[in-house]
């Protein structure tokens, strides 16, 4: 016999924590741009390759993903 079924637990389907949505580090995907934060130059994102590993053409900083 069972009991009026209270429990709060979770199980895999309806869990909680990291799943497929949420959590982890995670790229911006393929598109984009790299921005200088310095003066603004904007070059398209390479795929593999993080902006914050790519100089600026124009000034030499290091930039972020837009």
Do not use: L
């Not at 959590?23 to 598109?31: E, I, L, N, Q």
Request: hydrophobic content about 15%.
């Amino acid at each position: 016999m069972q009991g009026p079924g209270f429990g709060g637990g979770k199980g895999q389907k309806g869990g909680w924590g990291r799943g497929q949505c949420g959590g982890g580090r995670r790229g911006k995907g393929p598109g984009g741009f790299c921005v200088c934060p310095n003066c603004g130059e904007r070059v398209p994102h390479e795929r593999g390759v993080p902006c914050m590993q790519v100089k600026c053409p124009k000034c030499g900083t290091y930039m972020v993903r837009e």
